[in-house]
Each structure stands twice: as C-alpha cells, then as structure tokens.
C-alpha cells in the first residue's frame, strides 16, 4: 500500500508540474522587481505571422506577479514596447489584479503590438504598484526573432 501511495504521490506531482496553458511555454520573463511585498516580472512573446506579403509579428507583454506578504493586495501595471535601436517607448497597455496572500498571478497579458519582421531587436517594460506601495523599478524582456 505504501508503494502505490508513493507511485500515486509521484504521479500527482509530475501532472501538476505540466503547464496547464501550451502557449506559456512561448513566454519569456526577464528580471524581478518588487512593489511593497509584491515581486514583478515584465515577460514577453511574440508570434510569426503574415498579412499579404509582408511576413509579421505580433509581440505581447506580460506579467508575472508573486505576493510575499500576509495579506491579498491589489496591483496596478503598465506595459511598454520599444524597437530597441532608435526607437521610442510605447504604451501597450495597462491594467490591475488581485493577488492572493502568497499566491502568484501567472503571465498576464498586458497588451500587444504587430510589427513587420525584422533582424530588430524588440523590448518590452513592465512597472508595477501594489495599493499603498511605490511604482516598482522596470523589468524588462527582449526578443531579436521573429518567433519565440
């Protein structure tokens, strides 16, 4: 009995560790910030496409986030895009959530921007603000492909 409940411990264990969402894998977080107990990721993705002739893709921002505290908090956030050499940064998005006494939000799309493919490198930034807390610093994540 107690090998069958090991087996079935180990089994249980390796199904919960299988993302639940296929399109996460193709997300990539970049570096922690926090916000009062919250810690911050900006991640992104971007997918090939194509419209007519013209080969494409669509980057999109994320975040992560992941509460150290005792208590639930909501967060605020803001996405950024920017086209890493000359280019200026743009507002992709932003938006608020709810996080759970150490509990994590896992990727959360922010907003998305479709860009013509090229050997560019692209970022996004991501900030965050927990409720009685200060604007985190920036995560940041890059891509230099057209398909993650």
């Known amino acids: 009995m107690r090998r069958i409940g090991t087996i079935l411990g180990a089994t249980a264990l390796t199904v919960l560790a299988v993302p639940a969402n296929a399109h996460a894998a193709a997300v990539a977080c970049g570096g922690g910030v926090s916000t009062g107990r919250v ?3 900006g991640c992104i993705s971007a ?3 194509k419209e007519g002739r013209i ?3 669509e980057i999109t921002a994320y975040i992560k986030a992941r509460n150290t505290g005792p208590r639930a ?3 605020s956030y803001e996405a950024f895009f920017r086209v890493v050499e000359g280019g200026h940064w ?3 998005g932003s ?3 709810h996080v759970p006494a150490g509990g994590t939000v896992e990727p959360t799309e922010v907003g998305s921007s479709t860009r013509v493919c090229g050997p ?4 996004i930034r991501v900030h965050a ?3 009685g807390a200060a604007w985190s610093g920036w995560s940041t994540a890059g891509t230099a492909q057209c398909q993650t």
């Open 39 to 41: 810690a911050v990721n």
């Open 47 to 49: 997918q090939r496409g």
């Open 55 to 57: 080969h494409t893709r």
């Open 73 to 75: 908090v909501n967060v």
């Open 90 to 92: 743009v507002k992709l």
């Open 95 to 97: 938006g608020r959530t």
């Open 120 to 123: 560019v490198k692209v970022e």
């Open 129 to 131: 603000r927990a409720d």
